[in-house]
Every structure is written in C-alpha cells, then in structure tokens.
C-alpha cells in the first residue's frame, strides 16, 4: 500500500472510531502507529461497580508482511463483523487505574533537559530532511530511555547509559555494581585501586529496524574472560540473537541480564590486559597542507580536478575511522606538527612541503568535544539562537573552549561572515582561537553532503568542568627569539597542568621562517622550551582569532580589552593554545 493509500485508511478509521464512539476510540494515529481504546459495556445492575477502566491497544504498522488484495465490499462486511464483535465482547475487570502518571514523573530534571535536547534534535532532523534512523526505532528508543531515567535500578546506581554523540541508536551503559559475592565485584574493587576504573562499560548499537532486531551488545573495558564474553568483547548470549530475541524485551532487563549472566559465567578481570586495549575514536580533528590533498597539476585551470582530488583523499581518510566517529578535516597552507612517538619530541613548522596530521580523542568521561558548522546563506545572513544552542555553544555552563575556523576565506563576504558568526558567542567566558584556512575537507557530523566551495565556518567546542586553558597572542612586534620566549613565560603563567595538555599553534603564513630573518621553527622551539612535554599542532593560516586569556575552574582571566571584535581578528600574528582536559582517574 502506497504512504498516502495508508494515510487515508488511516483516516477513515480515525473517523468511524472517533473520540466519543461508545467502544472503540482513535486516540491517535501516525504512519507507524496507532493507538485506540476499547470500552466495555457499563454493568447492567443499578448500583453496581464502576465499570473497568478502557483497554489500551498500541499497534505498530510495518510493511513486512504481504498486502491482501480485497475488494471493498469485503471490506465492508468484515467492518461490519468487527464492530458487532467488539459490541458484545466480554473482559474481566481490572482494578481502576487511579489517575493518568505523566510521562515525565520520577525522571530527574537533568535527564529531563537530555530528552529534551534529543526531541528538538529529531524535530530539527524531520525539517532538514536529514533523518537518521526509523521513527519507529527513535520512538521506541525515546521510550526506553525514559523508562531507563525513570527506574529504581539506575537510580540506585546500578548502572548508568550515555549516549555517544547524543545518539539513540548508540550508547554507553556502565555496570557499576555487580553481586558483591561475587569474584568479578573483588576484580572491579582491585581495578579501582591499580587503574581507577571501577565498572564494566559497554556498548549497545541499535539498528533501524529495531525493536524487531536485538542490540549489538560488547563489552568496551576492561577485558574479561569467562562470563561468555567473546574476543574483542561481543557476548555470546542467546538473548541477543535474533532466534532468543523478541521486541517486547526492555533494554533495562537486558541490561539486567547481562549483568547476572557475566557473574554466572564466572567473569574474571584479565589484569594487565588493558594495556592492549585499543579505545576507538569519538572525535577526529585533522589537518593537512593544500599539496597533500591537491597536487599542483589538478590545479591549475581544473576546478572540476580540484574538488575530485580533494573529496577522495578526504572519503579515503575518513574510511579509516569507525562510522559513529566525528571527523573534522580542514585544508591549510602550512602545518605545524610534533611528530608521532612522544609529546617530548621538537614540534616541527612546515611552511612548505606535504605534512598533515590527525588528533583522536576519545570518549573522556565528564567531558565532551562537539563539532559544528554554519554556512554563509546570502539570502539570510542571519544566525537563529537555538543554531548556537544545539551545538553548545550557547546555554552552556560547562563550554570552556572553542576552536573555530572560516574556510573559502578568499571569497567575497567570508571574512565578514566569520566576524558575524563569533561575535554571536565572543563575549562570554571561553577559550577563543583558531584562525582562516583554505578549505573544509571533511565533516561526518553533517547529515548533509559537503560543498567545498561553499564559504563558511567550522570548530570543534570543548565542554566540562575539568577542562583548564589559556592563550596567549604573539602580534606583529614579537619578531625575534626573546619576544617570543617573553610570550611564552606569559603563557607559562597561567600556570595550566602539563599533563593530559595539549598545545595548538595557528600562525599567519606572513610569519615564520621570512618573518625571522631566515630563521626557522622560532616559535615552536620557543613553546617546547617552555612546555617539554606538551606536544603542539596547529597551522599557517590566512588570519587569526585569538587574544590573552586564562580560563581555569570558575577563575577567568581575559584582556583583549574586554574582548572586542576587532581584538579578536588579527593578521600578522600567532596565536598559542594550552588545552588541559583533566587529570587521569
């Protein structure tokens, strides 16, 4: 049957059935689903009982099966049976309920604002015509999830769920407590103490067809053995087959389950094993020269070449990353890279020449790493505050720090949109740096395919409380190696923890090797003299945005005279960035 066939069943139906029919109501209907309510007849006795509350039928609409070729008189007849069946049917009654619980009573109001956060998300999705997912799916998966927020055994800490990337159909649920009889719950308080991890973390991957298919379940860490847990950490549980499943499974007693079938199992922590462990990415941040992603000869006079070459490189890169990871992947003319093997090693500035480099950040647990994008639209210029919201970097108490860049910055209006887009979030209390680049390579977390000529602005914001920053400007007079060892004992001052520190670097393409007379990796030297152990990334760009500023705990510390647009932008300049994402547990 055709959608708007369906739609107009559906009707009809919700038009015999309606609201006040004395047996059989539409309460309401969608594509996928339709709830009704069955009435039953009032007992025939005066002064009898109250009658027993309605029936509630939910029923999902799916098109797996084969359509029944009927004609409309048979259609009728069989109408006809059914209202006359439903007339005289007979039920046992059932303890009236008192009162209807709203969906929303016994879920906290910080589980509240995430429900929240992914509705409007879906809705904005449903707009965009960029829907990830079955509605099906994410209808059910809203309702577990706040049955989940709602349960005694998640409110007791038995265990907690995440969602990756603020994704339903990818979560992190941790096991936090198992039966304390228990050799695995003696493991878990040993790991506590030699690694401070103290739970079970695993991964649930929903596909669209669920409920009718089971999560894809592993465990993530630490690795165990025994407890029917596979290699590379899937569960042989027949539970999560397609044979032992059934959709009327809740993901709360999955959860359960497996929790008592790893002890069953007899699961033992394998100690020293989680040392081979490899965390899967969550975020990529990636930079490379224009020579490694367009070669000189596509160039020239080939428009057509140029995009080519530049998206396969860049699909080529992206392939190498698991499918749930975000990746954000720019264009440069030049890379500042300390290469692999130890943040001790000399940071390398190459202005000319193929050089790139990927940063992976992993799930950190109380801090998260968020990627967005706004595309100059001529035709409204203008940037809605929900836009800034939903990518946090508005109503956010815990952003600390956002790396922003313009791309295409050589076309008419980009410089101005890049100004129109920061200062819609300058004035507040973060972190602000980053700079002009060529182009934008890449970026998963857009459901929408990437034009790389078109002209707009791209970043990457860090969020949580742990997080501890600072920057610090090298404008147009530093220009020779004690300035610039001056700049750093000012970036130095903000004493920020070296460990777990990561160091950023965006220089105008002015500077460098010509700016010091001939003298190269000035800057670089001078940051690694004064963090030994910090290793630094960054780029020569078109422009910079940055300015002096100290962001630790509820302490800020800002000068660019009261951050000005104007004190902001820069040409000429380096900007130097500290980013402390917290101690190790």
Request: aromatic share 8%.
């Amino acid at each position: 049957m055709s959608v708007a066939g369906l739609k107009a069943e559906l009707e009809l139906l919700a038009s015999v059935f309606h609201k006040d029919h004395e047996r059989l109501r539409v309460v309401s209907w969608k594509l996928d689903e339709l709830h009704c309510q069955f009435l039953p007849p009032p007992p025939a006795p005066p002064g009898s009982p109250r009658p027993p509350p309605p029936l509630s039928l939910h029923c999902n609409i799916t098109n797996g099966t084969t359509e029944e070729v009927t004609s409309e008189e048979e259609e009728d007849e069989e109408m006809a049976e059914d209202i006359e069946d439903l007339d005289h049917y007979e039920m046992k009654e059932e303890e009236p309920i008192s009162g209807k619980k709203s969906e929303d009573e016994g879920i906290e109001k910080e589980n509240l604002a995430i429900l929240e956060k992914i509705r409007k998300t879906q809705r904005q999705d449903h707009l965009n015509g960029a829907v990830s997912g079955s509605v099906q799916a994410s209808d059910r998966l809203m309702k577990e999830l706040r049955d989940i927020y709602r349960s005694q055994s998640y409110k007791a800490g038995i265990y907690s769920v995440e969602l990756i990337n603020d994704s339903l159909y990818d979560w992190h649920v941790k096991l936090q407590k198992v039966d304390p009889d228990s050799p695995l719950h003696s493991d878990l308080q040993i790991l506590k103490e030699k690694e401070g991890i103290e739970y079970i973390l695993l991964n649930f991957s929903f596909k669209d067809n669920f409920p009718f298919d089971p999560p894809f379940v592993r465990v993530v860490l630490p690795v165990l053995s025994g407890g029917y847990v596979l290699g590379g950490g899937a569960l042989c549980m027949e539970l999560l087959t397609k044979q032992g499943w059934s959709s009327a499974y809740s993901i709360e007693s999955v959860i359960m389950q497996i929790n008592a079938t790893l002890v069953k199992g007899k699961a033992r922590v394998q100690f020293g094993a989680n040392k081979n462990v490899h965390i899967l990415p969550q975020t990529v941040l990636y930079m490379a020269d224009s020579e490694t992603f367009i070669s000189l000869e596509e160039c020239r006079g080939h428009k057509r070449a140029r995009k080519r070459t530049t998206m396969e490189a860049a699909f080529a890169l992206e392939k190498l990353f698991p499918k749930q990871c975000h990746i954000l992947g720019i264009v440069t003319p030049g890379i500042v890279v300390t290469p692999m093997g130890s943040g001790n090693n000399r940071p390398q500035e190459i202005e000319i020449g193929e050089s790139g480099f990927a940063l992976l950040f992993p799930q950190i647990e109380g801090i998260k790493i968020q990627p967005f994008h706004f595309i100059k639209d001529p035709k409204n210029l203008t940037l809605e505050r929900h836009q800034l919201t939903e990518v946090g970097l508005l109503d956010n108490p815990e952003l600390r720090v956002v790396l922003v860049f313009g791309y295409n910055c050589c076309k008419v209006g980009a410089n101005n949109y890049l100004q129109r887009v920061v200062s819609a979030f300058s004035d507040m209390n973060v972190i602000l740096a980053g700079g002009q680049v060529d182009n934008l390579a890449s970026l998963t977390s857009d459901k929408q395919p990437l034009d790389i000529d078109a002209t707009g602005v791209v970043g990457l914001s860090f969020s949580g409380h742990r997080i501890q920053s600072a920057t610090v400007l090298l404008n147009e007079d530093v220009n020779d190696e004690k300035t610039v060892e001056a700049a750093m004992q000012r970036l130095k001052a903000a004493n920020i923890p070296e460990r777990n520190t990561i160091g950023f670097m965006f220089a105008c393409v002015g500077r460098g090797f010509q700016y010091y007379r001939a003298k190269g990796n000035v800057e670089a030297d001078a940051f690694r003299k004064f963090f030994p152990s910090v290793p630094l990334f960054g780029f020569f760009g078109n422009g910079e945005i940055g300015c002096d500023r100290i962001v630790t705990g509820n302490f800020v510390l800002k000068k660019c005279n009261e951050v000005k647009d104007d004190d902001l932008f820069h040409s000429y300049t380096t900007i130097m960035v500290l980013i402390h994402l917290g101690s190790s547990k």
